[in-house]
């Protein structure tokens, strides 16, 4: 079975924390286009 993905382009590590399940932060280098973000949101 294949999950969605969607590309929002490239992003820079911030931090990490924790393990199993470990806690990524990114930053994006573009916002979210609107219209997806609200989709995410629902």
Same mark, same amino acid.
């Given at each position: 079975m294949t999950l969605p993905f969607t590309y929002l382009g490239e992003i820079d590590y911030v /931090? /990490? $924390?924790g393990d199993k399940p470990m806690n990524i932060h990114w930053r994006l280098h573009h916002p979210v286009p609107q219209d997806l973000f609200i989709d995410?949101? $629902?």
């Amino acid at each position: 079975m294949t999950l969605p993905f969607t590309y929002l382009g490239e992003i820079d590590y911030v /931090s /990490s $924390k924790g393990d199993k399940p470990m806690n990524i932060h990114w930053r994006l280098h573009h916002p979210v286009p609107q219209d997806l973000f609200i989709d995410l949101i $629902k």
